[in-house]
């Protein structure tokens, strides 16, 4: 059981009874309602006390009694047909308020679809947990991207490597949406990549490659659109080829698989990529994948 306090803490808040949510599973959606109505009316402080994983009848009694001597309301979306009839049975008996915010629904829906529910808690779990896995897919992919954080690449899913203009991170928030936690690391010939990107695990990481016209189509946009000055260098196409070479032949030595992005949406290149770290973990190899 959790209890937090609603409105302002200012003096003069007008202090109402609790609101009790009581859940056969965790109570998220009762507390959220709850939130979202009291967060209607100013100057109003109601404790909201969460009652989860209600199964027993002796919990239905004990927070009945609970509600019954400081004039609460309970506020319930309990799934179980039985669980539903005695918490609304025991709570008219000692005169306690509740509303039932899953009863109606469900017998409206039974009625249309002409089906029984479940009356099981905690269906909905599997898509809530899918959801906050994205959310922190791309709190990873962020906190990751362009080189950073380097000595956390074991966390990683999948890591991209390539030169820069490859598109390392679109592709990384892409996959990240889609539930993936990526890291980025941006290659440069004269920069030495850290020790951790070496010890990754050879299976998860992605050497991205763009053809160098490509590679200097992009960057010369990129300096036009941000004004921002890069040497000579950078924007020919031979120091584009010669990367691309070299970005190869680092893939190649330390067995890293190879993805060419080269006139591929986002969509085509993420599919790529989940194929191959698919394949490779469904059929348990340990060694380093095809090249």
């Given at each position: 059981m959790t209890q937090e306090e609603t409105g302002p803490p200012s003096e003069g808040a007008a202090q109402a009874p609790p609101l009790y949510i009581v859940s056969g599973g965790e109570g998220v959606i009762g507390a959220e309602v709850a939130r979202l109505v009291l967060a209607q009316f100013e100057g109003v402080r109601m404790p909201l006390i969460v009652v989860p994983n209600v199964r027993e009848p002796a919990q239905?009694?004990?927070?009945?009694?609970?509600?019954?001597?400081?004039?609460g309301t309970i506020l319930h979306t309990l799934m179980e047909p039985g669980m539903r009839k005695d918490l609304v049975r025991k709570a008219r008996a000692r005169h306690v308020v509740e509303i039932d915010l899953v009863g109606s629904i469900m017998a409206r829906v039974a009625t249309v679809v002409g089906k029984e529910p479940a009356g099981k808690p905690g269906l909905n779990q599997p898509r809530r947990a899918a959801y906050f896995e994205r959310l922190e897919a791309i709190e990873y992919a962020i906190q990751h991207d362009d080189g950073a954080r380097t000595d956390e690449l074991d966390d990683a899913d999948i890591v991209l490597v390539g030169i820069s203009r490859v598109g390392k991170t679109p592709l990384s928030m892409y996959l990240a949406v889609l539930g993936w936690k990526v890291a980025n690391y941006p290659l440069v010939k004269e920069v030495a990549p850290p020790e951790a990107l070496f010890k990754a695990d050879r299976r998860r990481v992605i050497?991205?490659?763009?053809?160098?016209?490509?590679?200097?189509?992009?960057?010369?946009?990129?300096?036009?659109s941000t004004g921002m000055s890069f040497g000579s260098r950078y924007l020919h196409q031979e120091s584009a080829e010669d990367e691309v070479e070299w970005a190869r032949r680092l893939f190649r030595r330390h067995g890293w698989a190879t993805v060419n992005l080269t006139d591929k949406s986002i969509e085509e290149s993420a599919d790529e990529i989940i194929a191959l770290i698919t394949r490779w973990f469904k059929h348990g190899q340990e060694g380093a994948p095809p090249a």
């Open positions: 239905i009694s004990e927070v009945v009694a609970q509600a019954a001597s400081d004039h050497g991205l490659v763009v053809e160098a016209e490509q590679i200097t189509a992009r960057r010369r946009h990129r300096q036009r």
